[in-house]
């Protein structure tokens, strides 16, 4: 486990990041964790295998075990309009007759799209962003300008919101909650969106994430001080508060698309979970995960890949492709998972369904504009992250 130990070591000795933490599985077994530097750059506190950090777009993993749990318990169908789980008539303006559903939206096959705005706020709704004179209609352009209904992938944060109120109507309590009962409470882990249900000590022992300026010093981006935060931590308008909250009225609220706070051994047991090692999903919920969805076409063009960081998914994963613009060369065969990048933070969880083998990190900072990567449309250190985790684990042809 070489490799991916000394690529973290470096990545925080040359300061491209304060720190780091990484880990390898193999079924449900660890095979290898370890972090590097701090965890709190103003008191050099250290980084710690227990630390949690914001890991952004690996939330969205969370959101789709928990919606798909409620798809086991038949309280949510993949295939049925999700207008009927979510209080308010979804359809894209240019095709009005033609059902959204969560199906498509897990896999960012819905026309929707991410506009200035996608953030929860207690006093106002989700409905906002997609009903012509809404509150954050922002002109339409949530709605991807596509020449068909779909099939085209768009990758959107704030879709997200759409899953996680379903989930409320359909579960009858906040996502946060039953997040924690469907998800991490079955897979034994304490970990939570927007800081809900973490416990003082995990708070005690959390990540502040960072960008690197100009002069060299960090700049906190999110989580400064975070056993000072409210759990969990929300937005709200003047005068409100949680209690206020209308269930089933804004699934933005918890951040679904990017607010879940977890550890590297946290994201652990997720990955295990995505490759059956760990029995969360019936298997036949897995296999739908697994199956292609989508994958990249450029003649006729069939999505956004974001200079190449997409090129292919599942139901709710990413699916890490090998080829050309794999950003692990030499990978023998597909993995699925999902990258982390927001505030600063750059993170990945990825596993072999195949070989049950996995790995999952994150670095709680970063340059303003990090090096591009040499292979793929992520940056370069995550290149070397993943790279150096996949030889460990005998996942490539060297």
Request: hydrophobic letters at 40%.
């Amino acid at each position: 486990m070489k490799r991916l130990a000394e690529t973290l070591g470096a990545v925080v000795a040359r300061r491209d990041a304060p720190g780091g933490a990484a880990i390898l599985f193999s079924g449900q077994d660890i095979l290898w964790s370890g972090t590097a530097g701090v965890r709190d750059a103003s008191r050099a506190s250290p980084l710690l295998l227990t630390s949690k950090a914001r890991v952004a777009s690996i939330s969205k993993v969370a959101t789709a075990l928990t919606l798909l749990k409620l798809v086991e318990a038949g309280q949510i169908d993949l295939d049925r309009d999700i207008s009927d789980a979510l209080g308010f008539h979804l359809r894209h303006p240019k095709f009005p007759k033609s059902p959204i559903t969560p199906r498509m939206i897990l896999c960012h096959t819905a026309g929707i799209r991410d506009g200035e705005n996608y953030r929860g706020v207690v006093g106002e709704t989700l409905e906002g962003f997609f009903v012509p004179g809404g509150k954050n209609w922002n002109d339409g352009k949530h709605w991807a300008d596509t020449a068909q209904p779909f099939g085209f992938f768009t990758y959107s944060n704030l879709a997200m919101g759409l899953l996680a109120q379903a989930c409320e109507h359909a579960g009858g309590d906040r996502f946060d909650r039953l997040a924690q009962k469907l998800v991490f409470t079955p897979l034994g882990i304490d970990c939570g969106f927007n800081w809900s249900g973490i416990g003082d000590q995990a708070a005690q022992e959390a990540a502040t994430l960072y960008r690197r300026k100009a002069d060299g010093d960090w700049e906190v981006q999110v989580d400064g001080s975070p056993a000072t935060l409210p759990r969990p931590n929300i937005a709200t308008d003047a005068g409100l508060s949680l209690s206020d909250y209308a269930l089933g009225s804004n699934g933005l609220l918890f951040s679904p698309q990017g607010g879940l706070r977890a550890s590297t051994l946290d994201l652990s047991r997720i990955g295990m979970a995505l490759s059956g090692a760990v029995a969360l999903l019936k298997p036949a919920t897995r296999a739908l995960v697994l199956k292609p969805h989508w994958t990249y076409r450029a003649q006729p063009l069939n999505g956004d890949t974001s200079g190449g960081a997409f090129q292919g998914f599942g139901l709710g994963v990413h699916r890490l492709i090998p080829g050309e613009q794999c950003p692990v060369a030499g990978l023998k065969s597909e993995m699925v998972g999902h990258y982390g990048e927001a505030y600063g933070l750059l993170a990945g969880l990825w596993v072999d369904p195949v070989s049950t083998r996995g790995f999952a990190y994150f670095i709680t900072g970063s340059l303003y504009g990090p090096a591009a990567g040499l292979r793929s449309g992520v940056y370069r250190v995550e290149e070397e992250m993943m790279q150096a985790a996949a030889e460990d684990l005998g996942l490539v042809d060297l």
